[in-house]
Structure formats: C-alpha cells, structure tokens
C-alpha cells in the first residue's frame, strides 16, 4: 500500500477535565471524519463514560496518565516531557475544543516540511510571559492549542527540557506556558539543529 501524506500525521488530543472529555473526544472525532489521518489518539486519565462508543470508533484512547491541573503546570509538564513517547508519525496536530480541523481542502502538503506551525501570535509587549523573549515578527510563530509538528522536533524538545528538569531553577516555570518555551525561548536552539518554524504567512493560512 502506498504512503500517503495523511499516514505520517497523528491527531492528538491531551485531556483529563472531566467536564471535556466527552466534547474533546467528540472534535477529535469529527476531525478525524473530516481529515483521516494514521491515528487519532486521545489522551486522558480515565477511561471514557459513555455507552455510544460507535461515535468514538476512529479514535485510539490512552487512559493511563494521571489527572493533569493546568494551574500546576501539569499539563505544560506532559506536553513537553511525555507526549512525544507515544507518537509514531513523522508529525502530529494538537487539536482540543478551543481549536480543530474546519477546512480540510485547505491543507497542504508542504506544510509537512516545517517542525512547527501555530497561529501566530499578536506582538506581546516585552515582559509578557517571564522569563521568555518577547514577542516579534521573528518568534510570533505559534499557539500551540491548535498546531503541527514534527516528532523530530518534539523529541528534540523533550531532550532539553530532560536537561532543564535537573536545573536547581527548574521549580520555577521558565518552560511553561509549553508552546512559548518551544516557539520563543527554544527556537534559536532549534533552528541551528535544522528545525523549520513556519513564516508567518504560512501560519495564518494554517490557522
């Protein structure tokens, strides 16, 4: 059977909110229906209660990490330090209720060539988000509630972050919130490893 571009992505979700997980589970879903991918993987602490799993088909369900506070960071934490374990695609698409797939005629192959791709963001005043670097045209690229990445990169964050774990300062949240850890703080790192961040132009169009 031959590859298609679709069978190197996974659709992700990552969710313990009792009060989301039945709608989180459900966009996941219907952005599987409407864009099949290899896998659509949702990510929770429990198992979900529900008798209409016929809805749910497409999706592979993980029910074994522990209830993620996002208050405590726990969710940044996860992103960073354990999801990539459980991907085998080339890149996957984090999607939640706040962001999922509307168009799928408008996605485009080339989009596989970058390691990250997320709305931008406005142009933060310098300051917003210590201790990270401000925002500018150079590092707006991106929100990470709704976006594309390689696994390459993924594991590439994961390596730092392992590193920054056994820091003295690691109690305090120089890493979260996690997209702008990747897209701000890690980005110059990255981009001398090879890894490509999405112009902005290229971002509005995925977004």
């Avoid at 509307?102 to 060539?113: C, M, Q, R």
Wanted: proline share 7%; net charge neutral; hydrophobic share 30%.
């Amino acid at each position: 059977m031959v590859e298609t571009t679709k069978d190197r992505i996974t659709l992700v979700c990552v969710e313990t909110r009792q009060e989301k997980l039945h709608e989180s589970a459900k966009t996941l879903a219907n952005s599987m229906s409407l864009f099949p991918c290899k896998e659509a993987l949702f990510i929770s602490n429990k198992k979900l209660d529900t008798k209409n799993l016929s809805d749910f088909k497409n999706l592979t369900f993980v029910s074994n990490i522990r209830k993620l506070d996002e208050k405590r960071y726990d969710y940044d934490y996860f992103m960073l330090s354990q999801l990539p374990s459980f991907i085998e695609t080339t890149h996957y698409i984090v999607l939640g209720t706040n962001g999922y797939i509307l168009s799928p005629s408008a996605w485009d192959d080339g989009w596989l060539d970058f390691h990250y791709i997320g709305a931008p963001w406005p142009h933060h005043p310098k300051g917003y988000f210590p201790p990270h670097p401000p925002c500018s045209e150079e590092n707006s690229v991106g929100n990470g509630r709704f976006s594309l990445r390689s696994t390459l990169m993924a594991k590439y964050v994961q390596e730092q972050f392992y590193k920054i774990c056994k820091q003295p300062s690691f109690a305090t949240p120089q890493w979260s919130p996690e997209d702008v850890f990747i897209s701000r703080t890690l980005r110059p790192l990255q981009e001398t490893k090879g890894c490509r961040f999405a112009p902005e132009s290229v971002a509005h169009k995925f977004s």
